[in-house]
């Protein structure tokens, strides 16, 4: 059961880049919204529940890495946000692939997970196929040097978000945790937004609906569900397995924008296609 909520999470994890295109509006709008109204949906229930009360009796400490967390989720979206606006999709998909790298050091030195061979073996193929699927869209240009570099804050920032988070769930639960989270990060993008006068509310209906389709698939159908499979999954393999997101995407775009897939884009997924049954095949050992 928890390989399929995983594979359900990638795939709508998967689906974010094609919600925020569709939504046309600036990163602090959608990322107030989308997740204002996520924490809302969790934090009742927490209530109801009686976990959110308790968190107050919590040391510090434990609570402390929740506004930890939520400063490593904020920047991580914000960083992704604006490499995808200032330099080639295809770039920052190829640099943002290198965060299992940083999460595989990370949870290695903190939690004493190992980085097996399949575990290298997997990232490599789908690395491979994430080069294949993007090798003729990527243009390296001089002037998009600072959205490279957001790319790859973005995926050391998500380590620490993946990192921290784990330590988190092991003293909350998921609803506390995540209606916690959501809501810090919420703030965090509203006061981004206040700093730069945005305006959070006149926009096309088209755009409520993305934001809408934000909350559902992306936020509550996949950060959600990897935040409650921090504690029954080895992080290494969780994070090794995001590297099929780019081609999840390639294939939802072809059929929202009729994007025809680029020449080598059955042999990315074929590549993609063995990097899971590598991590997957019964009876693995990571």
Same mark, same amino acid.
């Given at each position: 059961? =928890? ?29 107030? +919204? ?10 009742? @229930?927490? %209530? @109801?529940?009686?976990?959110?009360? &308790?968190?107050?009796?919590?040391? !510090?400490?434990? #609570?402390?890495? #929740? ?10 979206? +914000? ?9 080639? #999709?295809? =770039?920052?998909?190829? *640099? ?20 097996? @061979? ?7 193929? /789908? ?28 995926? $050391? ?8 988070? &784990? ?6 639960? =998921? ?11 919420? #703030? ?7 700093? &730069? ?11 409520? @609906?993305?934001? /809408? ?23 290494? %393999?969780?994070?090794?397995? &995001? ?7 390639? %294939? ?20 993609? /296609?063995?990097? *899971?049954?590598?991590?997957? +095949? !019964?009876?693995?050992? $990571?």
């Amino acid at each position: 059961m =928890n390989l399929l909520f995983y594979f359900l999470a990638l795939f709508c994890l998967s689906q974010a880049s094609i919600l925020i295109k569709l939504a046309a509006a600036p990163p602090d709008v959608i990322g107030f +919204w989308r997740l204002l109204t996520a924490s809302l949906l969790f934090l009742p @229930w927490a %209530l @109801w529940k009686g976990s959110l009360l &308790k968190t107050l009796k919590n040391p !510090p400490r434990e #609570i402390g890495y #929740i506004f930890l967390t939520a400063l490593f989720f904020f920047g991580h979206l +914000w960083t992704y946000f604006f490499a995808a606006q200032n330099t080639k #999709i295809a =770039n920052c998909m190829i *640099i943002f692939a290198t965060n299992p790298l940083f999460t595989a050091a990370g949870s290695t030195f903190f939690f004493g997970e190992k980085f097996s @061979w399949r575990l290298g073996l997997a990232y490599i193929l /789908a690395l491979a196929g994430i080069l294949l699927l993007v090798q003729h869209s990527m243009i390296w240009n001089p002037k998009s040097l600072h959205g490279e570099l957001a790319s790859l804050v973005s995926a $050391l920032l998500f380590a620490g978000y993946l990192l921290s988070g &784990k330590k988190s769930r092991m003293s909350f639960s =998921n609803s506390t945790y995540s209606g916690i989270l959501y809501f810090l990060t919420a #703030i965090l993008f509203g006061l981004s937004g206040a700093i &730069k006068s945005i305006n959070f509310v006149d926009y096309p209906s088209v755009t409520w @609906w993305s934001i /809408a389709g934000t909350v559902f698939l992306p936020t509550l159908l996949g950060h959600a569900l990897i935040s409650y499979l921090m504690n029954q999954m080895n992080l290494n %393999l969780m994070t090794c397995g &995001k590297v099929i997101e780019p081609v999840l995407s390639a %294939l939802t775009a072809f059929f929202v924008f009729t994007e025809r897939p680029p020449p080598g884009a059955y042999l990315a997924f074929g590549l993609t /296609a063995c990097a *899971i049954l590598v991590l997957f +095949w !019964p009876g693995r050992k $990571l």
